[in-house]
């Protein structure tokens, strides 16, 4: 038991006096897409078992140091994970790597949704829904004009529609605040107006 114990302690010494021989390097680089058309920011970047590491910056850069023969992992959320293995003698005190991340691609399988649990249960709630409204047909078979119209009315707007109105009314407020002033002197449309309220006397003194 005791010939064990010191085996044990004596490869831990071992162990120890080769991890304080290895050298320190500064890992540094740049991280971008399979394209290398954009930096990826969040990056997991770090020495497995030895609790060192970084992640990305938002350009993409990232600095740590590592010891030789370090094996450094990347990993992000949708990409493959990567292992830079740091040469076990170098001569330099510092790396500088550009690491492209591929997209992890997870192919699933085609799921259909549908409301019902089957064809035939979905055919028999069909035939037995009741419209109190049946909507009026044109001798063509399409839908009235009347009928489209009461439809469209109580239609919610859609997207586009919400986001033509949003920009109209951003411009009119723009328009209001910083856009010129009417000049009513010059607009025949109020002096129109100004003898028209003159003919009704709404401009007389009332007691």
């Not at 063509?140 to 009314?169: C, H, I, K, V």
Request: glycine share 6%; proline share 5%; hydrophobic share 40%.
């Amino acid at each position: 038991m005791f010939f064990l114990a010191s085996c044990f302690f004596l490869s831990l010494d071992q162990a120890y006096a080769q991890e304080k021989d290895r050298r320190v390097i500064q890992l540094s680089g740049i991280i971008l897409n399979a394209d290398s058309t954009d930096a990826v920011p969040g990056v997991n970047v770090y020495v497995p078992k030895k609790g060192r590491g970084t992640s990305s910056g938002r350009y993409g850069y990232f600095s740590m140091p590592v010891l030789e023969g370090d094996s450094v992992i990347f990993s992000f959320i949708g990409l493959k994970r990567q292992t830079y293995k740091v040469p076990a003698v170098m001569e330099d005190d510092k790396i500088s790597l550009i690491v492209t991340m591929q997209t992890d691609e997870i192919a699933l399988s085609e799921i259909e949704v549908m409301p019902f649990p089957s064809e035939e249960e979905f055919k028999r709630q069909l035939l037995a829904a009741n419209f109190d409204a049946p909507m009026s047909m044109d001798v063509q078979g399409s839908l009235s004009p009347e009928t489209l119209l009461r439809y469209a009315e109580g239609m919610d707007a859609s997207g586009n529609e919400n986001w033509r109105y949003f920009q109209q009314g951003q411009m009119m407020q723009i328009q209001d605040r910083y856009g010129p002033r009417p000049f009513t002197l010059v607009d025949p449309f109020a002096w129109s107006r100004f003898i028209q309220s003159i003919k009704r006397g709404d401009l007389k003194k009332r007691d």
